[in-house]
């Protein structure tokens, strides 16, 4: 549930994301400059977070589970991922594999993998995914990764012939050419009708994903997309990164425990500086449970990187200083890469303000628990004179 808040003030912001009470039981868990971009998220827009409701607290981001376990090493070892386009979150029944309709493609796909598992020489997970008109993909749409490849629009009397060839024998599908995907692609699951916790958390993500992703310019070249069940739901929210790393792999990383407040350090370091964000990740694709444990663990945390440029022996060209936020994020396979240069995007004034408070809550990420509490209660006395000084003058 989600609610408008009327008047958009620092005092609101103190009181209701930034109480004592709030703080204290949940401050380690969360790095500082978090924190205080939440603040001034919620300053600029209120209503972005939700407020303290039963189902907020029974199922959303302050559920008394969150956090409670360590996640790394959560995702199970495999090589391959097939996501197949259907409908809309809201039409996907609990269990994929209880769709009744033999002929229809989820049915189809989930009793394929099921009866033929020893015949398919790539470990493959198999995952639902949004298409409909008005999305980026459509209905009956295949996607696989690490391949990086789209089959458009299958229909239900293709889906035999397409999974023989494509899925258990690794050929090419001669009914259709596959189209390359580019970019980073962002699954996040919405599987309400699997897991309230997951329908709850889900959406909330994806939609702050949208707004985070346009308003750094990066539509064309970002992708969000919800999901069905990928497992964890006690992680929830969870989502899946496949992001080409400089040399054209696919790095396919789980987040759990993702928070909105996570979303704009998933943009900025993941997939724009190629930093692991260590305390909310599971694993990735191509490794198993026990090497995802033993990433890096003499790291401190969000330090752990995948490939760049520099580790690869490639500078930043003359000019490009701090572009991290632009560069490397979106390298496609087979040379194809969709970066814009950072010089040519031109900024609104109100994204330049959002991009400032950004600049302005890492600079206050260095500060100490107490400074922060310090500084909220300046912010809100100086607000509450503020207030008074108008209520004076309105009266004069």
Not at 71 to 97: N, Q
């Amino acid at each position: 549930m989600r609610i408008e808040h009327p008047r958009r003030t620092l005092i609101f912001v103190a009181r209701h994301h930034f109480s004592f009470t709030y703080l204290q039981p949940r401050f380690h868990r969360f790095p500082l400059k978090t924190l205080v971009f939440s603040m001034a998220e919620a300053v600029d827009n209120p209503s972005s977070f939700s407020d303290n409701s039963d189902e907020d607290l029974k199922y959303g981001f302050q559920r008394p589970e969150m956090y409670k376990e360590s996640i790394t090493g959560t995702v199970d070892a495999y090589d391959r991922h097939v996501f197949l386009c259907f409908k809309s979150p809201e039409d996907w029944i609990p269990r994929v594999e209880g769709y009744s309709d033999h002929g229809l493609l989820p049915k189809i796909f989930s009793s394929g993998f099921k009866a033929r598992k020893n015949d398919i020489a790539v470990k493959t997970k198999f995952t639902l995914c949004e298409g409909r008109d008005g999305t980026k993909f459509s209905d009956g749409d295949v996607l696989i990764f690490p391949d990086m490849i789209k089959y458009k629009g299958l229909t239900d009397s293709e889906g035999h012939s397409f999974f023989d060839d494509v899925i258990v024998n690794g050929k090419p599908w001669a009914l259709r050419e596959p189209e390359v995907l580019t970019g980073s692609h962002i699954f996040v699951c919405a599987h309400g009708s699997r897991d309230k916790r997951c329908g709850v958390c889900g959406p909330v993500l994806i939609q702050n994903l949208k707004e985070e992703i346009n308003l750094r310019g990066l539509g064309n070249q970002v992708f969000v997309t919800p999901c069905s069940h990928v497992g964890g739901h006690k992680y929830a929210g969870n989502l899946i990164i496949f992001s080409p790393d400089v040399e054209g792999k696919i790095m396919g990383h789980w987040y759990g425990y993702v928070a909105p407040t996570d979303v704009p350090e998933l943009l900025d370091q993941h997939i724009g500086k190629g930093e692991i964000i260590k305390r909310i990740w599971r694993g990735q694709m191509g490794s198993s449970p026990v090497e995802g444990e033993k990433v890096d663990k003499g790291k401190k945390v969000d330090e752990q990187k995948l490939p760049n440029r520099k580790e690869n022996g490639q500078e930043d060209s003359p000019g490009q200083g701090n572009k991290e936020s632009m560069a490397g994020c979106c390298q496609g396979v087979d040379g194809v890469s969709c970066c814009r240069d950072a010089t040519l995007v031109k900024c609104s004034s109100e994204e330049r303000g959002k991009k400032a408070l950004v600049k302005l809550s890492r600079w206050m990420g260095t500060w100490e628990q107490g400074d922060v509490f310090a500084a909220i209660a300046v912010v809100g006395a100086v607000a509450t004179v503020a207030v008074a000084y108008s209520v004076y003058r309105r009266s004069g």
